[in-house]
Protein backbone atom coordinates (compact mmCIF):
# COMPACT_ATOMS: atom_id res chain seq x y z
CA UNK A 1 0.00 0.00 0.00
CA UNK A 2 2.54 2.64 0.72
CA UNK A 3 4.45 2.05 -2.83
CA UNK A 4 0.85 2.21 -4.23
CA UNK A 5 0.70 5.79 -2.40
CA UNK A 6 4.01 6.91 -3.73
CA UNK A 7 3.41 6.18 -7.20
CA UNK A 8 0.07 8.25 -6.57
CA UNK A 9 1.75 10.94 -4.93
CA UNK A 10 3.73 11.14 -7.88
CA UNK A 11 1.42 11.75 -10.30
CA UNK A 12 -0.67 14.26 -8.43
CA UNK A 13 2.71 16.15 -8.02
CA UNK A 14 3.41 15.69 -11.67
CA UNK A 15 -0.07 16.77 -12.65
CA UNK A 16 0.16 19.94 -10.40
CA UNK A 17 3.87 20.74 -11.95
CA UNK A 18 2.67 20.90 -15.63
CA UNK A 19 -0.15 22.57 -14.56
CA UNK A 20 -2.63 19.99 -15.25
CA UNK A 21 -5.60 19.12 -13.52
CA UNK A 22 -7.39 16.00 -15.07
CA UNK A 23 -5.50 14.17 -18.10
CA UNK A 24 -2.45 12.95 -16.66
CA UNK A 25 -1.80 11.50 -20.40
CA UNK A 26 -3.43 14.44 -22.19
CA UNK A 27 -1.85 17.42 -19.52
CA UNK A 28 -4.77 19.18 -19.98
CA UNK A 29 -4.63 22.37 -17.55
CA UNK A 30 -8.58 23.58 -17.29
CA UNK A 31 -11.00 21.28 -15.66
CA UNK A 32 -13.27 19.29 -18.48
CA UNK A 33 -16.80 18.10 -18.03
CA UNK A 34 -18.85 15.35 -20.05
CA UNK A 35 -21.78 17.60 -19.58
CA UNK A 36 -19.81 20.37 -21.53
CA UNK A 37 -22.15 20.64 -24.13
CA UNK A 38 -24.70 22.44 -21.51
CA UNK A 39 -21.86 24.45 -19.51
CA UNK A 40 -20.75 26.05 -22.85
CA UNK A 41 -20.25 29.16 -21.38
CA UNK A 42 -17.60 28.18 -19.23
CA UNK A 43 -15.16 27.71 -22.37
CA UNK A 44 -16.93 30.28 -24.57
CA UNK A 45 -18.10 33.57 -22.90
CA UNK A 46 -19.95 34.09 -26.61
CA UNK A 47 -22.40 32.37 -25.75
CA UNK A 48 -23.86 34.13 -22.66
CA UNK A 49 -27.16 34.25 -22.96
CA UNK A 50 -27.35 32.51 -26.10
CA UNK A 51 -30.94 30.61 -25.17
CA UNK A 52 -33.03 33.75 -24.89
CA UNK A 53 -33.56 33.15 -21.21
CA UNK A 54 -32.32 33.48 -17.72
CA UNK A 55 -30.42 30.30 -16.91
CA UNK A 56 -28.64 28.47 -14.21
CA UNK A 57 -26.58 25.43 -14.20
CA UNK A 58 -25.35 23.69 -11.76
CA UNK A 59 -22.43 20.81 -12.23
CA UNK A 60 -20.72 18.42 -9.43
CA UNK A 61 -18.13 16.15 -10.53
CA UNK A 62 -16.16 13.53 -8.60
CA UNK A 63 -13.35 11.88 -10.23
CA UNK A 64 -11.21 8.95 -10.43
CA UNK A 65 -13.56 7.54 -7.51
CA UNK A 66 -11.65 5.74 -4.40
CA UNK A 67 -8.22 7.45 -5.48
CA UNK A 68 -7.40 9.56 -1.87
CA UNK A 69 -6.95 13.28 -3.27
CA UNK A 70 -8.81 12.67 -7.12
CA UNK A 71 -10.08 15.77 -8.28
CA UNK A 72 -13.37 17.21 -7.35
CA UNK A 73 -14.64 19.83 -8.79
CA UNK A 74 -18.24 22.28 -8.32
CA UNK A 75 -19.22 24.68 -10.92
CA UNK A 76 -22.25 27.17 -10.75
CA UNK A 77 -23.17 29.42 -13.72
CA UNK A 78 -26.07 32.17 -14.30
CA UNK A 79 -26.65 33.86 -17.88
CA UNK A 80 -29.41 35.89 -19.77
CA UNK A 81 -29.87 38.53 -22.81
CA UNK A 82 -30.12 41.81 -21.87
CA UNK A 83 -33.05 43.62 -23.55
CA UNK A 84 -33.29 43.06 -27.11
CA UNK A 85 -29.97 44.97 -28.49
CA UNK A 86 -27.69 41.08 -28.91
CA UNK A 87 -26.55 41.87 -25.31
CA UNK A 88 -25.97 38.74 -23.17
CA UNK A 89 -24.33 39.12 -19.57
CA UNK A 90 -22.88 35.82 -17.47
CA UNK A 91 -21.83 35.48 -13.58
CA UNK A 92 -19.42 32.12 -13.26
CA UNK A 93 -18.18 30.26 -9.91
CA UNK A 94 -15.85 27.37 -10.08
CA UNK A 95 -13.88 25.20 -7.25
CA UNK A 96 -11.76 22.69 -7.45
CA UNK A 97 -10.07 20.07 -5.20
CA UNK A 98 -7.03 17.75 -6.13
CA UNK A 99 -4.56 16.50 -3.86
CA UNK A 100 -3.20 19.21 -1.94
CA UNK A 101 -4.24 22.22 -4.25
CA UNK A 102 -7.41 24.07 -4.26
CA UNK A 103 -8.33 26.45 -7.56
CA UNK A 104 -11.37 29.07 -7.63
CA UNK A 105 -12.25 31.42 -10.09
CA UNK A 106 -14.87 34.00 -10.31
CA UNK A 107 -15.82 35.72 -13.67
CA UNK A 108 -17.97 37.58 -15.97
CA UNK A 109 -18.98 36.80 -19.22
CA UNK A 110 -20.47 39.57 -21.72
CA UNK A 111 -21.35 38.66 -25.73
CA UNK A 112 -22.82 40.57 -28.29
CA UNK A 113 -24.89 39.03 -31.25
CA UNK A 114 -25.87 39.90 -34.58
CA UNK A 115 -27.37 38.29 -37.35
CA UNK A 116 -25.79 37.27 -40.20
CA UNK A 117 -28.56 35.80 -42.48
CA UNK A 118 -31.95 35.17 -41.70
CA UNK A 119 -31.50 31.67 -39.83
CA UNK A 120 -27.87 32.62 -38.55
CA UNK A 121 -26.18 34.49 -35.90
CA UNK A 122 -22.52 35.28 -35.02
CA UNK A 123 -22.00 36.04 -30.97
CA UNK A 124 -18.69 37.43 -29.60
CA UNK A 125 -17.62 37.29 -26.42
CA UNK A 126 -15.65 38.47 -23.71
CA UNK A 127 -14.35 36.75 -20.02
CA UNK A 128 -12.83 38.48 -17.19
CA UNK A 129 -12.22 37.50 -13.55
CA UNK A 130 -9.90 36.25 -11.46
CA UNK A 131 -8.04 32.71 -9.69
CA UNK A 132 -7.06 31.90 -6.93
CA UNK A 133 -5.15 28.93 -5.57
CA UNK A 134 -4.01 27.35 -2.64
CA UNK A 135 -1.67 24.63 -2.46
CA UNK A 136 -0.37 22.37 0.46
CA UNK A 137 2.33 20.39 -0.40
CA UNK A 138 2.68 18.61 3.13
CA UNK A 139 -0.72 16.87 2.35
CA UNK A 140 1.10 14.75 0.10
CA UNK A 141 3.21 12.82 2.77
CA UNK A 142 6.35 12.86 1.33
CA UNK A 143 9.05 10.26 2.22
CA UNK A 144 11.30 13.10 1.94
CA UNK A 145 10.06 16.43 3.50
CA UNK A 146 13.26 18.30 2.42
CA UNK A 147 12.35 17.68 -1.14
CA UNK A 148 12.00 20.92 -2.97
CA UNK A 149 9.59 19.66 -4.78
CA UNK A 150 7.42 19.52 -1.36
CA UNK A 151 8.23 22.94 -0.29
CA UNK A 152 6.73 26.34 -0.58
CA UNK A 153 3.54 26.09 -0.13
CA UNK A 154 0.91 28.90 -2.37
CA UNK A 155 -1.30 30.18 -0.29
CA UNK A 156 -4.01 32.80 -2.03
CA UNK A 157 -2.01 33.13 -5.10
CA UNK A 158 -4.60 35.61 -7.20
CA UNK A 159 -4.38 35.79 -10.65
CA UNK A 160 -6.12 37.37 -13.64
CA UNK A 161 -8.32 35.92 -16.48
CA UNK A 162 -8.97 38.06 -19.77
CA UNK A 163 -10.71 35.71 -22.36
CA UNK A 164 -12.41 35.90 -25.82
CA UNK A 165 -14.28 33.81 -27.58
CA UNK A 166 -16.84 33.50 -30.75
CA UNK A 167 -20.37 31.33 -31.26
CA UNK A 168 -21.87 31.08 -34.35
CA UNK A 169 -25.11 29.30 -34.80
CA UNK A 170 -28.49 28.90 -36.42
CA UNK A 171 -31.94 26.87 -35.48
CA UNK A 172 -29.96 23.43 -35.20
CA UNK A 173 -26.12 23.73 -35.66
CA UNK A 174 -23.42 25.49 -33.61
CA UNK A 175 -19.40 25.96 -34.14
CA UNK A 176 -17.27 27.54 -31.70
CA UNK A 177 -14.03 29.15 -31.10
CA UNK A 178 -12.52 30.34 -27.55
CA UNK A 179 -9.82 30.86 -24.95
CA UNK A 180 -10.96 31.12 -21.61
CA UNK A 181 -8.04 32.85 -20.41
CA UNK A 182 -5.34 34.63 -22.83
CA UNK A 183 -3.15 34.98 -19.85
CA UNK A 184 -0.13 32.36 -18.87
CA UNK A 185 0.01 31.88 -15.34
CA UNK A 186 3.42 31.19 -13.83
CA UNK A 187 2.05 28.93 -10.56
CA UNK A 188 5.23 27.62 -9.34
CA UNK A 189 7.65 30.41 -10.05
CA UNK A 190 8.91 30.43 -6.21
CA UNK A 191 10.62 26.90 -6.38
CA UNK A 192 13.18 26.86 -8.55
CA UNK A 193 13.26 23.16 -9.45
CA UNK A 194 9.51 22.82 -9.92
CA UNK A 195 8.49 26.26 -12.06
CA UNK A 196 5.62 25.62 -14.27
CA UNK A 197 3.20 27.63 -16.02
CA UNK A 198 -0.45 27.09 -16.98
CA UNK A 199 -0.46 27.84 -20.53
CA UNK A 200 -3.01 29.41 -22.74
CA UNK A 201 -5.88 26.99 -23.59
CA UNK A 202 -7.86 27.16 -27.27
CA UNK A 203 -11.45 25.29 -27.52
CA UNK A 204 -13.20 24.65 -30.85
CA UNK A 205 -17.14 23.01 -30.65
CA UNK A 206 -19.78 22.16 -32.71
CA UNK A 207 -22.73 20.61 -33.31
CA UNK A 208 -25.51 19.41 -35.43
CA UNK A 209 -29.29 18.82 -34.45
CA UNK A 210 -31.04 16.28 -36.61
CA UNK A 211 -34.76 15.40 -36.26
CA UNK A 212 -35.08 11.74 -37.32
CA UNK A 213 -38.78 11.99 -36.33
CA UNK A 214 -41.52 14.13 -35.12
CA UNK A 215 -40.14 13.37 -31.15
CA UNK A 216 -36.66 12.44 -31.42
CA UNK A 217 -34.00 14.03 -31.97
CA UNK A 218 -30.15 12.94 -32.91
CA UNK A 219 -26.85 15.57 -31.95
CA UNK A 220 -23.65 14.84 -32.80
CA UNK A 221 -21.15 17.06 -31.28
CA UNK A 222 -17.22 17.58 -30.86
CA UNK A 223 -15.03 19.49 -28.23
CA UNK A 224 -11.36 19.84 -29.24
CA UNK A 225 -8.78 21.36 -27.04
CA UNK A 226 -5.53 22.50 -27.95
CA UNK A 227 -2.82 23.68 -25.35
CA UNK A 228 1.09 24.27 -25.60
CA UNK A 229 3.01 21.28 -25.52
CA UNK A 230 0.33 18.36 -24.95
CA UNK A 231 -1.26 16.50 -27.75
CA UNK A 232 -4.62 17.51 -28.80
CA UNK A 233 -7.48 16.52 -27.02
CA UNK A 234 -10.86 15.74 -28.33
CA UNK A 235 -14.22 14.70 -27.04
CA UNK A 236 -16.92 13.18 -29.35
CA UNK A 237 -20.23 13.03 -28.47
CA UNK A 238 -23.88 11.42 -29.71
CA UNK A 239 -27.32 12.15 -27.80
CA UNK A 240 -30.53 11.16 -28.35
CA UNK A 241 -33.66 13.61 -26.99
CA UNK A 242 -36.93 11.48 -26.96
CA UNK A 243 -40.28 13.48 -27.10
CA UNK A 244 -38.29 16.86 -25.73
CA UNK A 245 -38.35 15.07 -22.08
CA UNK A 246 -35.44 12.24 -22.16
CA UNK A 247 -31.65 12.18 -23.25
CA UNK A 248 -29.63 9.81 -23.90
CA UNK A 249 -26.13 9.60 -24.98
CA UNK A 250 -22.43 8.47 -25.42
CA UNK A 251 -19.13 10.20 -25.51
CA UNK A 252 -15.27 9.32 -25.51
CA UNK A 253 -12.81 11.30 -24.84
CA UNK A 254 -9.34 11.23 -26.93
CA UNK A 255 -7.00 8.51 -24.50
CA UNK A 256 -8.65 9.46 -21.71
CA UNK A 257 -12.08 7.88 -20.91
CA UNK A 258 -15.75 6.60 -22.74
CA UNK A 259 -18.64 8.04 -20.97
CA UNK A 260 -22.62 7.26 -20.82
CA UNK A 261 -24.89 10.35 -20.08
CA UNK A 262 -28.28 10.12 -19.52
CA UNK A 263 -30.57 13.24 -18.63
CA UNK A 264 -34.45 14.42 -18.08
CA UNK A 265 -36.43 17.25 -18.49
CA UNK A 266 -38.66 17.09 -15.64
CA UNK A 267 -40.59 20.84 -16.42
CA UNK A 268 -40.06 23.37 -19.15
CA UNK A 269 -37.72 24.86 -16.47
CA UNK A 270 -35.78 22.20 -14.82
CA UNK A 271 -33.06 19.77 -16.08
CA UNK A 272 -31.79 16.98 -14.48
CA UNK A 273 -28.54 15.16 -16.05
CA UNK A 274 -25.83 12.20 -14.64
CA UNK A 275 -22.65 11.12 -16.82
CA UNK A 276 -20.46 8.10 -15.84
CA UNK A 277 -17.07 7.78 -17.38
CA UNK A 278 -14.45 4.94 -17.47
CA UNK A 279 -11.20 5.56 -16.97
CA UNK A 280 -9.43 4.10 -19.73
CA UNK A 281 -6.21 5.79 -18.91
CA UNK A 282 -3.44 3.83 -16.28
CA UNK A 283 -4.56 5.71 -13.75
CA UNK A 284 -7.96 3.35 -14.18
CA UNK A 285 -6.16 0.59 -12.16
CA UNK A 286 -6.61 2.54 -9.11
CA UNK A 287 -10.18 4.10 -9.18
CA UNK A 288 -13.69 3.25 -10.27
CA UNK A 289 -14.25 6.18 -12.50
CA UNK A 290 -16.00 9.27 -12.45
CA UNK A 291 -19.17 10.50 -11.82
CA UNK A 292 -20.99 13.90 -12.77
CA UNK A 293 -24.21 15.40 -11.92
CA UNK A 294 -26.19 18.20 -13.59
CA UNK A 295 -29.29 20.77 -13.09
CA UNK A 296 -30.10 23.25 -14.97
CA UNK A 297 -33.07 26.00 -14.27
CA UNK A 298 -34.55 28.41 -16.15
CA UNK A 299 -36.60 31.04 -16.01
CA UNK A 300 -38.49 32.78 -19.06
CA UNK A 301 -37.91 36.85 -20.42
CA UNK A 302 -39.52 39.58 -22.41
CA UNK A 303 -37.79 37.84 -25.34
CA UNK A 304 -38.93 34.47 -24.70
CA UNK A 305 -41.78 34.17 -22.77
CA UNK A 306 -42.03 30.53 -22.57
CA UNK A 307 -39.38 27.81 -21.95
CA UNK A 308 -38.48 24.82 -24.74
CA UNK A 309 -35.73 22.10 -24.17
CA UNK A 310 -33.78 23.36 -26.76
CA UNK A 311 -30.94 20.63 -27.36
CA UNK A 312 -28.07 23.24 -27.41
Do not use: C
Not at 61 to 83: H, K, Y
Not at 103 to 124: C, G, H, Q, R, W
Not at 209 to 224: C, H, I, Q, R, Y
Request: hydrophobic share 40%; proline share 4%.
Amino acid sequence: MKNINRILNKYILSILLMGGIYSVSNAQQDAQYTHYMYNIESINPAYAGNRGTLSFTGIYRTQWVGLDGAPETLTFSANSPIGEKGVGLGLSFFNDKIGPSQESNLVMDFSYTIPVSEKTKLAFGLKGGANLLDVDFTRLNPDDPTDPDFMNNIDNRLSPIIGVGMYLFGDQWYLGASSPNLIATEHYDDVATSSATEEVHGFIIGGYVFDLSSNTKFKPAVLGKFVTGAPIGLDVSANFLFYDKFSLGAAYRLDAAVSGLIGFQVSDKILVGYAYDYDTTELGNYNSGSHEFLLRFELGTKMRKTVNPRFF
